[in-house]
T-cell receptor, first 111, second 114 residues
Framework: EDQVTQSPEALRLQEGESSSLNCSYT??????LFWYRQDPGKGPEFLFT???AGEEKEKERLKATLTKKESFLHITAPKPEDSATYLC????????????FGTGTRLQVFP | DADVTQTPRNRITKTGKRIMLECSQT?????MYWYRQDPGLGLRLIYY???????NKGEISDGYSVSRQAQAKFSLSLESAIPNQTALYFC?????????????FGDGTRLSIL
């Protein structure tokens, strides 16, 4: 069964304190792994797609990496505006367009 | 204007009532989805549609029905609402071209059933 597990559930950082969020996955033939950001009262906002092990994507202070079993979202020198819940999702070979989501990591960055 | 618009944004209703949640999109995508989000459970797929004539059940379709009125419109109905259907509901769209593509979400409907 396809599964996505995110850790930690919650993370508190001081502004400027770099860290990483983890997404471990089990899927039958990975077609893509997606990272989203979700702010309170809003829908998930697409950040990155990763397709194969070794791939990396960057956007401002965020960098996503992928291995055969997990993905990391590295946050470098975070700012308070980076506070949000970060969601990971996978799409497998046999699932057409279906996304399997993790439960997310709630990040709080304090000034 | 938002690319994916959901109405209403908030709804409180009573057990047994029929409810319709609406979704419209201006992205021109063929594929549309309905999810619910519950604390600790993440997003779960209710129904999805690849075009107006192609509608499929997701992992938690019991108690729900959908209607794809046009390429741009996809509605979710709760025929007889029950309290455990209290949740955040999201509509999403995707473009099928070119392999694994991200889904783009609306801002959701917060539904409370008393």
């Amino acid at each position: 069964e396809d599964q996505v597990t995110q850790s930690p559930e919650a993370l508190r950082l001081q502004e400027g304190e770099s860290s990483s969020l983890n997404c471990s996955y089990t899927v039958s033939g990975l077609r893509g792994l997606f990272w989203y950001r979700q702010d309170p009262g809003k829908g998930p906002e697409f950040l990155f797609t990763l397709y194969s092990a070794g791939e990396e994507k960057e956007k401002e202070r965020l960098k996503a990496t992928l291995t055969k079993k997990e993905s990391f979202l590295h946050i470098t020198a975070p700012k308070p505006e980076d506070s949000a819940t970060y969601l990971c999702a996978v799409q497998g070979e046999g699932n057409t367009d279906k996304l399997i989501f993790g439960t997310g990591t709630r990040l709080q960055v304090f000034p | 204007d938002a690319d994916v618009t959901q109405t209403p944004r908030n709804r409180i209703t009573k057990t047994g009532k029929r409810i319709m949640l609406e979704c419209s999109q201006t992205k021109g995508h063929d594929r549309m989805y309905w999810y619910r989000q519950d604390p600790g459970l993440g997003l779960r797929l209710i129904y999805y549609s690849f075009d107006v004539k192609d509608i499929n059940k997701g992992e938690i379709s019991d108690g729900y029905s959908v209607s794809r009125q046009a390429q741009a419109k996809f509605s979710l109905s709760l025929e007889s609402a029950i309290p455990n259907q209290t949740a955040l509901y999201f509509c999403a769209t995707s473009d099928p071209k070119g392999g694994a593509r991200p889904q783009h979400f609306g801002d959701g409907t917060r539904l409370s059933i008393l």
